[in-house]
């Protein structure tokens, strides 16, 4: 398979090991429903459904179409003071699909500016109501909040912090993960133990006085960190002490919402409403990047307030709300609820936790964690060489078996499309077997 690319050296890659990689580089030149292929023509079955952005499948033909009619009929307007009619509907129709109580919609061009975006309403909330003392804001060790300083400074992945540790921002608090491979490992689903964690929320309350604190941030289902479920009750608790304390609750679901989790969002899925909700990815299927924050209407109304001539927040983006953004968003909508993209997503649950749960005899497994279509399979690291197990296995799924696979560092990390067909599925978990055979 040639995928030679000219000065291939000029890309500084992102969340890459670019000096392996062009030493060996993998790029996909087209895509179309459940596989991308190469410019040689060679077929790779994508299990990763995109990074976890593109549910229903590459090129979707209404999609293609509602872009492509899009841009050339408006390709852009100004954003500030004026609008497109696609961002109003598309605003209309998310928040419609959103828990109930979540009524408005603030657009961004990413996951990481919707974090971003969520914290500073955060801020600007409490401040609007008088109470600018809350302002310190709360993540959880292995959140993945995007790579923005708000997101990096509430998010706890290690590596992603360790460099820019000293401008992370200050007043930032962490709750333990609930990652315990000792008491839940190969737990199918909602892991057993651990519930109690959310008490850490209370510590923090009594240490900082809860009257202190704007917000706190989780992933429902932690996903960049390797597929964390959270414990039974756990989301449930969190809640709980942030309405006795004043707290907004935050749940990023950029990745849990569209279906993910086999509903609309990862909210409706654990019956748990938040205030803010941060989403991105499956907004456009992937197609433009987009981003949204919804919000509770207690929020939004706290801000609309003062003389009516003024700016009520002073935030947002060029991009916000992009018109040909919200046409892929909007088709998006459209696939989702005329192809029954949620219900046939809750149906692909059992198949998907069998196939993972059929690697806890695998050699060097160590745990298999799965919840709705978010699945991990982890790997012991090799020696003295953590990550390199993970790594070979995707470079030999994407060339002895034509598979895309995503690793963070050993941990195999799987994100299936919400419509994938199950033979398919069943053949691409066989292909990952004889890789994970041949590894030692
Ligand atoms: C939960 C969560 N938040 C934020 C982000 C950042 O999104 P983006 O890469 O679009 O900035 C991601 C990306 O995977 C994510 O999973």
Known sequence: MTTAASNLDAYWMPFTANRDFKANPRVISGASGHYYTTDDGVKLYDTFSGLWTSGIGHCHPKIVEAVQQQVAKLDYCMSFQVTNNKAIELADRVT???????????????????????????????????????????????????????????????????????????????LRHTLDIERNAFSRGLPKHGAELAEDLERL????????????????????????????GYLQRLREICDQHGILLIFDEVIAAFGRLGTPFGAHRFGVTPDIITTAKGLTNGVIPMGAVL???????????GPPNMVEIFHGYTYSGHPVAAAAGLASMDVYEEEGIFEQSAALEQQF???????????????????????????????????????????????????VIRNGMDILQFSPF???????????????????????
Not at 418 to 440: C, G, T, Y
Request: glycine residues 12%; negative net charge.
């Open 96 to 174: 419609k699909m959103a828990p109930d109580g979540i009524d408005h919609c603030f657009f961004t061009n990413s996951g990481s500016e919707s974090v971003d975006t969520a914290l500073k309403i955060a801020l600007g909330y409490h401040r609007a109501r008088g109470e600018g003392n809350r302002s310190r804001l709360i993540g959880r060790e292995k959140g993945y909040h995007g790579v923005n300083f708000g997101g990096m400074s509430v998010g706890g992945i290690v590596p992603n912090r360790k460099i820019f540790s000293t401008a992370l921002l200050p007043g930032v608090d962490h």
């Open 353 to 403: 936790e069998d196939l993972l749960h059929s690697f806890a005899d695998q050699k060097h497994v160590i745990d298999v964690r799965n919840f709705g279509l978010m699945g991990a399979i982890e790997m012991a690291p090799r020696d003295g060489a953590p990550g390199a197990r993970g790594g070979e296995a995707h470079k030999k799924c994407f060339w002895d078996e034509k598979l």
């Open 205 to 232: 309350c009594a240490l900082h006085d809860g009257s202190n604190i704007a917000a706190v941030i989780v992933e429902p289902v932690a996903g960049s960190a390797g597929v964390i479920p959270p414990p039974p």
């Open 295 to 305: 919000v509770r209407d207690t929020v939004y109304d706290a801000f609309m307030q």
């Open 418 to 440: 919400l419509n994938s067909k199950p033979d398919e599925m069943e053949q691409s978990f066989a292909a990952v077997r004889r890789v994970l055979d041949s590894i030692e």
